[in-house]
């Protein structure tokens, strides 16, 4: 199924339209129609192409496929609508005359680029319905991708290629998700083009798990960050992000402890104190970043789904991101237009923030990552440590600084951009992920009075992290 040697564009749509068994519809609506145009200038379309369709003007794509519930055109709403009535409509006119060996898909996109101002971003929601067995029940493919460069000429090219690379995984990849995502930036740049989410679903796809698809598409620098609702689904970060109030924790996870579920609480009690705070909008988030789930390079599919699975079982939303940096973290988020954010981080990490030695790659230094880091709308919250020496709680007052940088550490806690977590519950001083894991492995039941009822209940019953009866 899959090719040894690199296709072009063209390669690949002359070997779709030469298959006389597929055959199916393009709709494209937005700022481009590129993909339909590649499949026509590879030639031999006749055999693959039954219609092409851009409705254009709002009132032509209302009439066709039904006014947009959201007010948004470029939405996953709008895409779904879209390959819903294009594949009633094909199979329907087509039934009586097409061949019995026909598999038939449905190309759409709905895409705006960048304007003439420059002031937007261009992205879009692109999706095949196909089958793999003639007359069979179709698949799905839905993605979400954000297109960098800065010409609307050159992000319609790239839509071009990335539609005819999806259609050609579709049939060609569909066995192996690492090789179907990987073959969708053939011929592009990989810093000009994010895809955001990925899902897969159907018959010959119900093998993929969509939470997998989204670490990888992480691990293969194809998104900076990828985000689950506390259900497990892979969302569009945009869609759970704009302008809420978020509250981000940043952790292994392996597993979370007591200590992790206090932060949680504490800090939520201290962030809904905000005059503006609105629990309606606010939505916290457990991050991991890619090293946290790499092994000496290596990453463990099940022992990241049981992180997630125990994650969203407590009701969090969990992120993976490949933002070493909180600086770089900061600045991804803002795209979204978070009304507040609030990072929830442990004295150790915060000791770690002042450390000048990691920003040595910036011109600007430390001055340069903290004016990206403490933007006007976001607050760290801190959360003590204890020592082996003291029952005493390490808290920012603690903190051992350079006498250079004393001036700005006032600055920032004069302005309560630094505030320190001060009701959280003692009891659970120096309880740690790593500790619960070697205790469990060593099968010491001391383990068990470290994580919640919950969390003890699904380590015991799925096995989790090495635990044996």
Not at 116 to 122: F, L, Q, R
Request: charged fraction near 25%; aromatic fraction near 12%; include cysteine.
């Amino acid at each position: 199924m899959e090719h040894q040697t690199f296709l072009s564009p063209h390669q690949k749509a002359i070997r779709i339209n030469l298959d006389p068994t597929i055959y199916g519809s393009f709709a494209e609506i937005g700022a481009g129609q590129e993909t339909a145009r590649t499949f026509f200038q590879a030639g031999a379309a006749s055999g693959t192409i039954a219609k092409t369709i851009s409705a254009y003007d709002m009132s032509f794509s209302d009439n066709i496929y039904g006014p947009s519930e959201s007010g948004r055109y470029v939405s996953e709403e709008r895409l779904l609508k879209m390959l819903k009535i294009e594949a009633g409509e094909l199979t329907k006119v087509l039934k009586e005359k097409i061949k019995p060996q026909t598999r038939f898909f449905v190309f759409a996109n709905t895409v705006t680029t960048i304007n003439y101002n420059k002031d937007n971003e261009g992205h879009g929601w692109i999706g095949v319905r196909f089958q793999i067995n003639p007359k069979g029940k179709a698949n799905e493919v839905i993605l979400h991708v954000r297109m960098l460069e800065n010409d609307s000429l050159q992000q319609q090219h790239t839509l071009g290629i990335l539609g005819t690379n999806l259609i050609y995984a579709c049939f060609h990849h569909y066995l192996s998700p690492n090789s179907f995502i990987n073959s969708l930036v053939d011929s592009l740049d990989r810093d000009l083009i994010e895809i955001t989410m990925m899902r897969m679903c159907g018959p010959e796809l119900d093998y993929v798990d969509n939470r997998l698809l989204g670490v990888q598409l992480v691990k293969n620098k194809m998104a900076k960050a990828i985000l689950f609702d506390s259900n497990g689904q892979l969302q569009q970060p945009a869609d759970m992000l704009y302008k809420k109030n978020l509250m981000l924790f940043r952790g292994s996870f392996r597993p979370i402890t007591y200590v992790g579920i206090d932060m949680i609480k504490s800090s939520y009690s201290l962030f809904k104190k905000d005059a503006d705070h609105d629990k309606n909008n606010t939505i916290t988030v457990c991050e991991m970043t890619m090293s946290n789930l790499l092994d000496n390079g290596n990453f463990s599919e099940q022992d990241f789904l049981d992180r997630v699975d125990i994650l969203n079982g407590i009701g969090q939303n969990v992120m993976v991101s490949d933002y070493k940096y909180y600086y770089k973290l900061t600045t991804y988020l803002s795209q979204f237009k978070i009304k507040n954010l609030r990072i929830v981080i442990g004295f150790p990490t915060f000791q770690k923030i002042f450390d000048k030695q990691y920003y040595a790659p910036l011109k600007g230094g430390i001055l340069e990552a903290f004016g990206k880091l403490f933007t006007e709308n976001m607050k760290l919250y801190v959360y003590p440590a204890f020592s082996e020496k003291s029952d005493l709680p390490q808290t920012s007052e603690q903190l051992e600084i350079s006498e250079d940088l004393q001036l700005i550490y006032q600055f920032l806690m004069k302005n309560r951009k630094i505030i320190d977590i001060k009701h959280y519950n003692p009891q659970y001083k120096n309880v740690f992920s790593r500790e619960v894991i070697k205790l469990i492995q060593e099968k010491d039941d001391k383990w068990m009075g470290m994580v919640s009822n919950y969390v003890k209940d699904q380590i015991i019953k799925k096995k989790l992290f090495g635990y044996q009866d």
